[in-house]
Nanobody, 128 residues
């Protein structure tokens, strides 16, 4: 089992920044690709960003590319999402997820079904 706990959400004005953190415990963190997803009210959960085991293969959704940065610190068992130039449409519950990447070094999954473990989520609200 892998336990994931997100933090860093909150209320911010449009144009502002937030940094989300996701702390993992339970299994070897570096064996997992990590991803961030978000779900806005009344909408389906959508992919935001993913990072491979070592942090050198990254993929972003088009809607956040150039504004958000995903990173990880395997020594601290933590993945981050730096969010800049926030827009009201970024308002959502943001969740991190872990995907078993044993034997797949450059694995960067983008589908929910590819992830094995999920955190509870943290609310991000961007006011206009």
């Amino acid at each position: 089992q892998v336990q994931l706990v997100e933090s860093g959400g909150g209320l911010v004005q449009a144009g502002g920044s937030l940094r989300l953190s996701c702390a993992a415990s339970g299994r070897t963190f570096s064996n997992y690709a990590m991803g961030w997803f978000r779900q806005a009210p009344g909408k389906e959960r959508e992919f935001v960003a993913t990072i491979n085991r070592s942090g050198d293969s990254i993929y972003y959704a088009a809607s956040v590319k150039g504004r958000f940065t995903i990173s990880r610190d395997n020594a601290k068992n933590t993945v981050y999402l730096q969010m800049n130039s926030l827009k009201p449409e970024d308002t959502a519950v943001y969740s991190c997820a872990a995907a078993d990447a044993a034997g797949r070094f450059y694995y960067t999954p983008r589908r929910e079904i590819d992830y094995n473990y999920w955190g509870q989520g943290t609310q991000v609200t961007v006011s206009s």
